[in-house]
């Protein structure tokens, strides 16, 4: 037989081979699935083995009463807070109250807790300080012991920090005086200048009385061009000179670059007669604090950084001094207010601060009125010293280089002396916000679901869990411009605080050395 008629008897009885085994398998499943149905029907009383409904991942987010970004909370009681009792806080309650006028001023308001109130104020206490304040209206406490009860009975405290870190940090602010003349001479010959007439903000009138103390700022060409606005060297050879601008003359740039720092100031005449300046607006440069610039350059150790070490350097050395200067290319303009010589600065929320309980915060975290409690050790006595600080104080100002859930400057009043106490603070401390009761976080954090029980370690070996995927270096750590995306199966929801429920204080790691 030829090999070709071989070939295709092979492939026949082959194809005939395989669709009997089909027709086998085929029949075999039918008569298995037919049994199986047989069997139902005739023992219908057999349980069947429940499906375990799948578990719902992530977990059901819960509302939370109120978040701030970056910040991690951890709720307290008061006996948690270490020298709550040791305060004076009739005092603490005067100020309070003085920041509660502007508020309960505030008519037209939504509800504190109303779906329009929290569509317009973005900040996590929203407008929840006006139920305490309203119980200012009627209570005068005339003890310690009365405005002790009142914080306690109106508000929470909550241990609060940068997410990641133990404590806040503080510096100290305070009113320059300074001599000055009103008219340029010899001896006086640094303007303080008003704000220009040319200086342009976006969505803000030139004529507004108030204007950013962030983001950019334009000089006005005609009607239509902006560019930048001159920076601060630019302004100190004379690009704004001969306006009309100047309200008054002092004797130093020094002078000059401190009173811009701390936001205010006092002038004092020959005559007798005193000027008070507040801010009014700034030209679109962030702040560069002159001191790092010394202490990266290694001109004065970080440990001994101080307002009156940077002085000192900066008479030493005027040439040093100039260039100096003119790293900080932010420049500050300033606005007379009506005080008398007894009345304190007016800080951002409009009202005089007070020595020793007025801070500044950041406020586009924090509202205005918000008591925070501030406890540690500072040098008030001297530049060693290590003098107790536990204090309750209300945030009344900002600054543009005060940034954080737990930042704050302190503010310690005019003069002198409180410039050299304020001028030494750059130190950890522990921060306590006081929540009022409508947006008390333990009640919420009581109710936040429990993460599954540990596997034991059997099952953990039977069942191990694959390593997550290493992220992709930032494109900060490999030096490019370019955003570097990060693979993930899914999304990632956004980073939450950290709320705790009420129990003992945790023991927090070692602090680590903070820089301004």
Known sequence: MA????????????????????????????????????????HHH????????????????????????????????????????????????????????????????????????????????????????????????????????????????????????????????????????????????????????NLFVRGFNQASVS????????????????????????IEDGKIAGRGLEIAWLKDPTDLLFAQIQGSARIKFDDGSTVRLNYDSYNGYPYTAVGRILI??????????????????????????????????SYIFFHEVNLSDKDEAVGAQGI???????????????????????????????????????????????????????RADLYFGAGADAGRVSGRLRHPMHFVMLVPKSLDPATRAAKLPVPDPRPSEKIAKLFPQAPAAKPVASAAATGNDETVAVASPVPLPAPRPVIEPVREPRRHMKMRPHQQ
């Open 296 to 329: 990266e350059r290694g001109i004065i150790p970080k440990e001994e950084m101080s307002m009156q070490k940077i002085r000192e350097w900066m008479a030493q050395n005027p040439d040093g001094a100039k260039e100096l200067r003119r790293q900080n290319r």
């Open 3 to 42: 090999p070709e008629a071989r070939i295709n008897i092979f492939l026949k009885n082959g194809a005939t081979a395989l669709c009997a085994g089909l027709v086998v398998l085929a029949s075999f499943s039918l008569g298995a699935e037919a049994a199986r149905r047989h069997y139902r029907s005739h």
């Open 46 to 197: 057999a349980p069947e083995v429940a499906a375990i409904p799948p578990r719902a991942l992530p977990y059901p987010r819960l509302p939370l009463p109120f978040e701030i970004p970056g910040a991690q909370y951890l709720p307290l009681t008061w006996a948690d807070v270490k020298g709550w009792s040791d305060d004076d806080h009739l005092a603490a309650y005067k100020t309070f109250r003085a920041s509660c006028r502007s508020i309960n001023a505030q008519s037209g308001a939504p509800e504190p807790n109303s779906l329009e109130h929290k569509a317009l104020e973005p900040k996590a206490l929203g407008g929840s300080l006006s139920e305490p304040c309203r119980a200012t209206k009627s209570r005068e406490p005339v003890d310690d012991a009365s405005a002790k009860a009142f914080f306690e009975e109106n508000f929470s405290p909550l241990r609060i920090s940068r997410l990641g870190e133990p404590d806040g940090f503080v510096t100290g602010y305070y009113e320059p005086v300074l001599e000055g003349s009103r008219t340029q001479t010899e001896i006086y010959n640094v303007p303080v200048y008003r704000r220009p007439s």
């Open 211 to 234: 204007l950013p103390n962030k983001g950019p700022v334009y000089r006005k060409i005609g009607r239509r061009k902006l560019v930048p606005y001159y920076d601060r060297g630019e």
């Open 352 to 406: 005089p601060l007070t020595a020793g309980r007025s801070i500044a915060v950041d406020k586009s975290l924090h509202v205005y009125g918000t008591p925070f409690f501030i406890e540690g050790e500072l040098p008030i006595e001297s530049d060693r010293a290590k003098t107790p600080f536990h204090r309750l104080m209300i945030a009344q100002d900002t600054g543009s280089a005060i940034i954080g859930p737990a």
